[in-house]
C-alpha cells in the first residue's frame, strides 16, 4: 500500500523522495521497474528519485559502448520516469557503481551548484569495482549529498569497510563555501551494498530466524549495527528498522537463499541510511573536537521515513532491490527563482513564438546564458539539448545584472517541427544549471522546418 505522508506544517518546504539501492549482479534490467519505483501507487508525492546500483556491467567491451550510447539502467529509469514528469539532473558512474538523481521538471530552478564525485578504493584506491560515488547540491536552499557505495566484500572484512567508509569521506570534497565535505551537508543519504554481515550466527540459525520472522535476533548480530557503538564516523546516521529478510545472497532467478558451493549466510549488505548535520555550538563544549558529534539537528530541518523494504521479486541478480520514501521538511529559504519566464499557452503561429523573462536583482547573467526549448517528456537535458536549444546572444551593451523584462522571439528555423507541449528552460552558465522553467505550453502548429540543429545555428556573441 502507499505509504501515509502527512501534509505539510504551514510556514515549511517539504519534499518527498524516493531512494533505491540494488546491486544488479551485471543483470540486464528487468522488463518493468515500476513496482520498484512505486509508480503504480504513486500519490503525487514524490519530487526527487534517487538511484544507487552497484555491479552494473562494466566489462570493457560494454564500457566503451557506454561512453557513445547510454547505459541500459540510465535508459530503463528514464524511459520509466520521464512520463511522469520527471528529469535525470545528474548522474555519476566508477565502473560498476551507478548513481542517478532525476527531480520534477518544475524544481529544475531550486537544484543548484549541482556536483559529482568518486573515490575509487578497489586495489589500494586503483581500481574503481569498490568505493563511493556522490551527487551533491542545493535544494531550495539547503544542502543535500547523496552517496552511493559498494564497500569491500565477505565476513571477516568489517573494519575494511569503515575504514573505507571514512577514506570516502576524507577524498570527497566539493567546491564552494557552503559545504564542501560531505558530512557538511544540511542531510546527508548513504546507502549502497554496504556488505555488512551477520556475526556470529551460523547459516542453519540464521535461516531459522528468517523463516520464524525473528529478524530481531539478526538484527542485533547485524555488523553495521554493532559499529555504531564504536565507530565515531556513524555518529548520527539513523536506519530504519530491518523488517524485511536479509537482501543477499539468492540463487538467481529464485527466492532461495544460495545453494552453490559457497553457501553465503543471508546478510543485510544493501542498505539505506540518512544523517542532519550537527548545530555548531554557540560556545567552547567538552565534546567540540571529537568528529560528528551530534548537538541536534540543523537548522531546523527533518527526515521522516515511511517506508524501507525490499523487493522480493525482482529477481535477475543475487540480491534483493531495497527502497526507501522520505519526506523532508526544511524552513523556508530558497522560493523564488532566479529567471522567470513568462509565455502564452498557446503558440498558434510563428508570430506566437515569443517569451519574456525576467532575471532577479541579484542575478548574473553571461553572454552565453541561452534558453531552450524542451518536449514535456524530457530524460535527460543534455540528451534534450541535441535538438532543441535555442542559442541567444546578449547586446553586450546591456548591464550584467539586469531586472528589467526581456523578450525573446524565436524563428522558424528555431522551432521543432510538428505540434506537442513544451517547457522554455533558462539555462545560466555561470551556475551550469538551469534558473528559470515555464509551466507546460502547447505548440499547435505543424513547422515546416526539419529537426532543429542547434551546432548549426549558434550564433557569435557580440
Avoid at 524544481?107 to 564525485?117: A, K, S
Avoid at 531550495?140 to 571477516?156: K, R, S, V
Avoid at 541535441?386 to 523578450?407: E, G, T
Amino acid at each position: 500500500t502507499s505509504p501515509s505522508q502527512p501534509s505539510c506544517p504551514e510556514g515549511l518546504l517539504c519534499g518527498g523522495v524516493h531512494l533505491v539501492t540494488w546491486n544488479v549482479g551485471g543483470a540486464m534490467p528487468p522488463d518493468d521497474i515500476t513496482a520498484l519505483l512505486g509508480l503504480h501507487i504513486g500519490d503525487g508525492n514524490t519530487d526527487m528519485y534517487i538511484i544507487g546500483l552497484q555491479e552494473v556491467n562494466s566489462m570493457i567491451n560494454k564500457r566503451l559502448k557506454d561512453v557513445l550510447f547510454t547505459d541500459q539502467w540510465s535508459d530503463a529509469c528514464m524511459e520509466r520516469l520521464s512520463p511522469f514528469g520527471y528529469i535525470l539532473v545528474t548522474s555519476q558512474r566508477m565502473q560498476g557503481v551507478l548513481l542517478l538523481v532525476f527531480a520534477k521538471y518544475y524544481h529544475l530552478p531550486f537544484l543548484r551548484g549541482v556536483q559529482t564525485e568518486t573515490t575509487r578504493t578497489g586495489l589500494g584506491g586503483y581500481w574503481g569495482n569498490k568505493g563511493g560515488v556522490s551527487a551533491r547540491m542545493s535544494v531550495f536552499g539547503h544542502t543535500i549529498c547523496f552517496l552511493n557505495c559498494h564497500l569491500p566484500a565477505h565476513m571477516e572484512n568489517s573494519e575494511q569497510r569503515m575504514e573505507d567508509f571514512e577514506s570516502i569521506l576524507q577524498q570527497q570534497q566539493f567546491e564552494g563555501q557552503a559545504a564542501t565535505g560531505v558530512l557538511d551537508h544540511d542531510v546527508v543519504f548513504w546507502f549502497g551494498d554496504l556488505n555488512f554481515r551477520i556475526d556470529e550466527l551460523e547459516i542453519p540459525a540464521v535461516k531459522a530466524a528468517i523463516d520464524n520472522n525473528k529478524l530481531t535476533m539478526l538484527w542485533e548480530k547485524d555488523q553495521l549495527n554493532m559499529a555504531k557503538d564504536s565507530e565515531s564516523v556513524l555518529e548520527g546516521f539513523l536506519e530504519g528498522p530491518l523488517k524485511f529478510p536479509p537482501t543477499y545472497k539468492f540463487d538467481v532467478g529464485t527466492d532461495t537463499y544460495d545453494t552453490s558451493g559457497k553457501k553465503r549466510k543471508p546478510a543485510w549488505t544493501d542498505r539505506i541510511l540518512w544523517r542532519l548535520r550537527a548545530t555548531v555550538p554557540s560556545g567552547p563544549t567538552p565534546n567540540a573536537g571529537k568528529r560528528g558529534s551530534i548537538l541536534g539537528p540543523s537548522s531546523g530541518t527533518k527526515v521522516t521515513q515511511h517506508f524501507y523494504r525490499s523487493h522480493m521479486e525482482y529477481m535477475v541478480s543475487d540480491h534483493k532491490p531495497v527502497s526507501s520514501i522520505f519526506t523532508l521538511q526544511f524552513p523556508y529559504k530558497v522560493d523564488m527563482p532566479l529567471v522567470t519566464i513568462m509565455v502564452e499557452d498557446e503558440w498558434n503561429s510563428i508570430a506566437d513564438a515569443t517569451c519574456t523573462f525576467k532575471a532577479a536583482p541579484n542575478f548574473a547573467r553571461s553572454s552565453w546564458d541561452w534558453i531552450g526549448l524542451y518536449k514535456v517528456l524530457t530524460r535527460n537535458l543534455l540528451e534534450t539539448l541535441s535538438w532543441y536549444c535555442i542559442f541567444m546572444c546578449f547586446d553586450s551593451s546591456l548591464p550584467l545584472c539586469v531586472s528589467l523584462p526581456l523578450q525573446v522571439t524565436f524563428t522558424e528555423e528555431e522551432l521543432p517541427k510538428g505540434s506537442g507541449d513544451f517547457i522554455l528552460c533558462y539555462y545560466s552558465n555561470n551556475t551550469s544549471t538551469l534558473v528559470g522553467v515555464t509551466e507546460p505550453f502547447q505548440v499547435l502548429t505543424v513547422m515546416l522546418s526539419s529537426l532543429y540543429d542547434p551546432a548549426a545555428h549558434l550564433q557569435p556573441c557580440r
